[in-house]
C-alpha cells in the first residue's frame, strides 16, 4: 500500500519535469546535474520545514489567530468580527511571511548556489530548466510525506494542486533567473542583482497568495481558489512556450 501512495506522490512531479525537459529545444541539460537538482530541492523541503516551524513559533508569541489580541481592533463591538479579522491578519503573515519566504527562499539560494557558475548554463530558457526541476524536487518530497501521512486522496488533490503550483512558481523563477545571468554575462551587474531579486519575489508573492486562498477562512474570498490555480498553470504553460520558442544562447 505503501508503494501505491509513494507512486501517487511521484508520478505528478515526474510527469512535470518530464514536459519541461522535452520544451528545453537549444541543448538538453545533463542528467547528473538534474538529478542533483531534484536532490538539491529535497535538501530544500528539509531545511524549509525548519524555517517554518522557527517562524511559526514566532508568530505565536506575537499573537494566537481566532482571539482578540490585535490591540488596534480594541474599539470593535463584535468580537467574532474581531477574531476573524486577527485570523486573516495571522494567515497572512503564515502564508506570505512565513511558509512562502521560506520554501521560495531556500529553493532559490540552493537554486543559486548549484547553478549560478554551472558551465552549461549556457541559455536563458536553462533557467526555467534548472528552476522547475528543483521545485519538482520539493514538491516530491514534500508529496511523499503528506501522503504516507494522509493517504491516496492527499495524492489526487495534491497532484491537481500543489505539485502544479510548484511547477509554476518554478516557470517564475526561473524565467527571471535566465535573464538575471545574460545580464550578468553582459556587464550588467546592478539589472542581474535586481532580476534575481525578482526571481525570488515573484514566486513568493505568488506562492502566499496561492496557500492563503487556499486557507482563507472568510467565504468570500474562497471560491477564487479553483479559477487562481487554473490561471497560474495557464499563465505558467505560455510563459514555457514562449521561452522555449524565444530562448538564445547568452
Request: charged share 15%.
Amino acid at each position: 500500500m505503501n508503494l501505491i501512495l509513494i507512486l501517487a506522490a511521484v508520478i505528478p512531479a515526474v510527469f512535470l519535469l518530464v514536459q519541461v525537459y522535452r520544451a528545453d529545444r537549444l541543448e538538453k541539460e545533463p542528467l547528473s546535474l538534474l538529478i542533483s537538482l531534484v536532490l538539491w530541492g529535497v535538501v530544500a523541503t528539509e531545511l524549509a520545514a525548519l524555517s517554518e516551524q522557527l517562524g511559526i513559533l514566532l508568530l505565536q508569541r506575537l499573537f494566537r489567530p481566532n482571539q482578540n489580541l490585535v490591540w488596534s481592533f480594541r474599539w470593535a463591538e463584535n468580537t467574532q468580527a474581531v477574531a476573524a479579522q486577527n485570523s486573516v491578519i495571522y494567515d497572512a503573515l503564515l502564508y506570505f511571511g512565513v511558509v512562502a519566504v521560506s520554501e521560495e527562499g531556500f529553493k532559490f539560494l540552493l537554486l543559486h548556489r548549484r547553478t549560478w557558475r554551472e558551465s552549461e548554463f549556457d541559455c536563458c530558457f536553462d533557467g526555467v530548466v534548472y528552476a522547475v526541476f528543483l521545485s519538482l524536487g520539493f514538491a516530491l518530497w514534500e508529496n511523499i510525506r503528506y501522503v504516507l501521512a494522509y493517504g491516496f486522496g492527499t495524492a489526487i488533490a495534491r497532484a491537481l494542486t500543489a505539485v502544479p503550483g510548484h511547477a509554476c512558481f518554478g516557470v517564475f523563477m526561473g524565467a527571471w533567473y535566465g535573464a538575471a545571468k545574460r545580464e550578468a554575462l553582459s556587464g550588467k551587474r546592478q539589472k542581474s542583482l535586481w532580476l534575481r531579486f525578482l526571481a525570488f519575489l515573484v514566486p513568493c508573492l505568488l506562492h502566499g497568495a496561492y496557500d492563503f486562498i487556499a486557507s482563507t477562512r472568510l467565504l468570500e474570498y474562497g471560491w477564487l481558489f479553483l479559477p487562481f490555480v487554473a490561471g497560474l498553470f495557464l499563465v505558467s504553460v505560455g510563459l514555457v512556450r514562449h521561452l522555449s520558442r524565444g530562448d538564445r544562447y547568452i
